[in-house]
Each structure stands twice: as structure tokens, then as C-alpha cells.
């Protein structure tokens, strides 16, 4: 049955549920962890595995698709996920987006050429966005925001640790077994995910009117996409001032537009706009994006220090990026059991964005001549920061909306986070390009620009053993000079993110769930209270 959403005195206590009823959440948040752990993983899986597949498939011009394709997906559906869970109830849904990403991993393994691999991916980005938004709304249903933060903490540590072992299982499964079973190896983990969901989670179906905003959503992914395409090609099949991405900016400008104009008129609009006249979610969603730009936008480019300029293998330096982990892992428990403990959570953003913008600086001074154990320590100062924010902003947003759409702020604040990952990776990945470049020039080595050019020394650092070490010392000094400038680039962000942070709005945590854990009629039709 549904509890009463109005207590916010009752102190929780560490026995809270009964023996049964604790066990009963940690098997739902094991599987739940487990779709959280399939999606994120398979955000980096391929990234090793790319250079093996494109010879495989005898297609070397494409499989950047391999990636843009499961990110795009991925990022369109979220929002579509967070409505149709709100409306047709999350269980089913998450337990259909699990089917989806299982079906597109086994056709993906299958695949025989790069456009069907390129399709399966987008039939795994489209269960990846169901999976992602479901298992941490699913969190909002059956355990109250006061006790919710040292959950979701365990959410973040798993996000993290698969953007690390994902480029480490796939190069382990390309060298000893087949690419084809970097999507193979998906199949029994969902399917244990699915039956734990079937098994024991019970909650209740809501019955709501409905009727899905089919032309919002048209205009919405149609919008999401030319800024994915814009974000993925501009620097590199495009200049940024071409006319073909001059154009795709502006038309996603003018869809977006449009798509805010219908959601102000339609009955059951994908992304409610009245939501951001709630300061809470209005700020979270913010944080989240600039959050994201440093996260995606400046992170991503760890590997290429530790593989250009430290000559570590795709697998050593997936090893050595465990600093990062270690910092988010420590962080993510203690930030959500203090909020549990205390009830409060605005500093913890504050606090992490702060030590973000410190963590990001000191990486602005990794050179050629920073040993490991230096690096590690500033790679552990931005975990430790990444790991105050991100968790706690999802329990702030999921306290601060009605439960009607619990659904829809999670995929919201979510979606604004992949974006505002989209932004970073173009925008720092077109100062790294221009900053090496210039580094080039400045060496006066005749023909150094277009032998790094040709060599696609960035996607294959492998290829730097091919120089000559005239032009190799050079090209790595460049290297570490522009990496330098990504991670100063990237502190504004982090520090516009540590002022929005001040004015979150901080409202006691509910300590009551919306579903009760043990709640076994998720067949019936009852009507939930609303905030």
C-alpha cells in the first residue's frame, strides 16, 4: 500500500525495516545495481574493442558509430523512460528496457557487418536509458529520501567502477576470447537482473489518464540528436565553423524551441516545464550539467595522459584510473549515510564542487616528468569531490517533485547530466585539438601536424611507437602541454557549479516511502498521494 508522504518528524533509525523488509531492498537494490551496472558499462566496453571490430567487419569508417550510436539512444529515450514510468507504472517498464538492452547485446554479438552493429548498439542505447533512469527512480518508490542518500550512494560507486572495467573487459575479451563477447557477457547478468525484479519487487500500478506526447518527443529527439552529431562531429568530419555544423546548430536550436512551445500546451508533456519553477530541481538540473561537462568532458581525457604521455597500455591505464573510483566509492557512502544520519544535504554539494575545481587544477600540472603516484593523488582529490555531488542531487530532486512524476524529474535531471557530457567532450575536446596543434606548429618539425594527423596517434597512442624519436619526444611534450590546458579550461565549470550550489534549496527529507517494500499487490490499481 502507499504510505503518507506528509511525515518529515519521525527520526529513522538503522532498523527502520524489519529483517525481512531490509532484505527484501537489498536483493531489489542488487538488481537494480545490476541494470545501472549493464548500462554504464557498455558506455566503454567498445572503446578497446574498436580497432579489432573495424578489422573484423572490414570497415574502418564507420565504427565511430559503434559509440555515438549507444549515446545517442541512450540519451533520446531517457526522458521517454521517466514519462512512461510516471504513467504506466516503473516495474514493467524497467523489466522491458532490460529486454531491450539484452536483445540489442545479442544481435550486436552477432552482427556481421558494421550497420547492423551500429543498429544493435542504438537497440542497447534505447534499453540503457530505461535502465539508468528505472533503477534509480525505482530507489524514489520504496525507500524514504531520509535513508535514500546511503543507497544511492552504492548507485554512484557502481556507475564509476564500470566507466573503469569497462575498457578493461573489453580488451581482456578481445584478447582471449572474442569481441562478440563484450555483448555476450550481458545476457546472464540480465536475465539474473530480470528475474530478481519479477521475484521481488512489488509495487503498485497507477492508474492515469494518458496520453503520450508523441510530437514533443519527435521534436525533443530530433533537437537531442543534432546536438549529439554536432558535439560528435565538429572538430573532426566538420570544422567548426563549416556550414554543416553552423546549420545543425541552428536546427537544434529551432526544435528545441518548438519542443518547449508544445510542452507548454499539451496534457502530458515528455518534460513538464513547470518543474524548473522548483528552485531545488531548477538548480539540480544545472549542477548536473555542469557536473557532467567536467565529469565526461574533462575525465575522458585521463587515458590519454596516462597512454600518450606515461606509455601505459589500454589495460594498465583502465587500472590506474581506480584512483578516481576509490575517491567517488569513499564519498558516495559517506555523503549519503550523513544525509541519512543528519537530514541535510546542501553542503555536500557545495562541498564536493569545490573540491572538484581544486582536483581538476592540480591535474592542469600532470607533464611528462609527474610520476604515477602524483597523478593518482590528484585522480583521488576529483573522485572524492564527484562522489559528494552526484547521488546527493538525485535525492534532492526526487524530495523536492510530486510522486506523479518522480519519474520524470529523474530522467530529467539525468538527461541534463549526458548533455551537458556531450558539451565537454566538444567543447574540451576542441581546445585539446587546438592547443596540440599550435603545440605542433611551434616545434618547427617539418610535417609534424599531419604525421599525428595521419597516425590518429590520439585514438591509438600505439601508433606514437611508430616515430621517430626526433618527432616522438616532441609529440608527447605537445601532448602533455594540451592536456593541461583541457583541465584548467575545465575549472570555470566546476567553480560556476560550486556558486549555483549556494542557492539549492534545502527541504527537510520525507521519512516515509511512497511504497511500502513489501507491498504484494503490483497488479492492483490504487491511487498514490501527491506532494
Known amino acids: 500500500m502507499a504510505t503518507d508522504l506528509s511525515s518529515t518528524t519521525a527520526a529513522p533509525t538503522e532498523h527502520e525495516f524489519s529483517p525481512e523488509e531490509h532484505r527484501r531492498i537489498l536483493v531489489i537494490l542488487s538488481a537494480l545495481m545490476l541494470g545501472m551496472f549493464l548500462a554504464a558499462l557498455d558506455q566503454t566496453i567498445v572503446s578497446t574493442a574498436l580497432p579489432t571490430i573495424a578489422g573484423d567487419l572490414h570497415d574502418l569508417n564507420h565504427f565511430g558509430w559503434v559509440v555515438t550510436a549507444y549515446l545517442l539512444a541512450s540519451t533520446v529515450s531517457t526522458p521517454l523512460w521517466g514519462k512512461l514510468g510516471d504513467l504506466f507504472g516503473r516495474k514493467s517498464f524497467f523489466q522491458l528496457a532490460i529486454v531491450i538492452f539484452l536483445a540489442g547485446s545479442m544481435l550486436a554479438g552477432l552482427s556481421q557487418s558494421m550497420i547492423e552493429l551500429i543498429a544493435c548498439r542504438a537497440i542497447q542505447g534505447i534499453g540503457a536509458g530505461g535502465l ?40 581482456w575479451f578481445t584478447q582471449h576470447a572474442s569481441w562478440r563477447w563484450i555483448f555476450y557477457i550481458n545476457v546472464p547478468i540480465g536475465i539474473l537482473a530480470l528475474f530478481a525484479i519479477a ?31 554536432l558535439t560528435t562531429w565538429g572538430g573532426q568530419q566538420f570544422a567548426w565553423g563549416s556550414w554543416q555544423i553552423m546549420s545543425m546548430g541552428a536546427g537544434a536550436l529551432v526544435l528545441l524551441a518548438a519542443f518547449c512551445a508544445v510542452e507548454l500546451h499539451v496534457e502530458e508533456p515528455i518534460i513538464p516545464l513547470d518543474l524548473f519553477r522548483i528552485r531545488t530541481f531548477t538548480v539540480a538540473s544545472a549542477v548536473s550539467f555542469a557536473i557532467g561537462f567536467t565529469m565526461f568532458g574533462a575525465i575522458v581525457f585521463l587515458p590519454q595522459w596516462l597512454q600518450v604521455v606515461q606509455d601505459a597500455s589500454a589495460t594498465k591505464s583502465g587500472l590506474e584510473l581506480l584512483p578516481v573510483v576509490i575517491g567517488m566509492l569513499t564519498t558516495f557512502v559517506i555523503s549519503g549515510r550523513l ?39 590528484y585522480m583521488l582529490v576529483v573522485g572524492l569531490g564527484l562522489g559528494l555531488v552526484m547521488q546527493v542531487l538525485v535525492v534532492a530532486v526526487q524530495n523536492s517533485v510530486p510522486h506523479a512524476r518522480l519519474g520524470t524529474a529523474t530522467s530529467t535531471a539525468t538527461f541534463f547530466r549526458t548533455i551537458g557530457g556531450a558539451f565537454g567532450v566538444a567543447a574540451l575536446g576542441a581546445v585539446f585539438n587546438n592547443r596540440l596543434f599550435s603545440q605542433l606548429r ?51 565549470t566546476a567553480v560556476v557549479a560550486f556558486a549555483m550550489c549556494f542557492f539549492l534549496r534545502e527541504a527537510p527529507l520525507r521519512t516515509t516511502a511512497y511504497v511500502a517494500p513489501t507491498a504484494r499487490h503490483v497488479d492492483d490499481h490504487v491511487e498514490l498521494p501527491s506532494l
Request: hydrophobic share 50%; no cysteine.
Open 132 to 171: 539508468i533512469v528505472g533503477s534509480q527512480a525505482i530507489i524514489g518508490d520504496v525507500i524514504p529520501p531520509r535513508q535514500r542518500g546511503r543507497y544511492m550512494g552504492y548507485f554512484g560507486a557502481v556507475f564509476g567502477l564500470s566507466s573503469v572495467l569497462g575498457p578493461l573487459a573489453g580488451g
Open 199 to 229: 521475484t521481488v519487487l512489488h509495487i503498485p500500478a497507477v492508474r492515469i489518464p494518458h496520453k503520450v506526447d508523441l510530437t514533443g518527443l519527435s521534436l525533443l529527439s530530433a533537437g537531442v540528436t543534432a546536438i549529439i552529431l
Open 339 to 377: 544525509v541519512s544520519r543528519t537530514g541535510r544535504y546542501k553542503i555536500f554539494p557545495i562541498l564536493g564542487t569545490f573540491v572538484v575545481a581544486v582536483g581538476l587544477a592540480l591535474l592542469s600540472q600532470l607533464n611528462v616528468h609527474t610520476p604515477y603516484y602524483q597523478a593518482a593523488l
Open 442 to 492: 611551434a616545434s618547427k618539425i617539418p610535417g609534424v601536424v599531419n604525421i599525428v594527423k595521419s597516425s590518429s596517434i590520439a585514438a591509438n597512442p600505439q601508433q606514437l611507437n611508430k616515430l621517430p624519436p626526433a618527432v616522438k619526444v616532441p609529440v608527447i611534450a605537445a601532448f602533455s602541454h594540451s592536456l593541461q590546458t583541457v583541465f584548467l579550461v575545465a575549472v570555470p
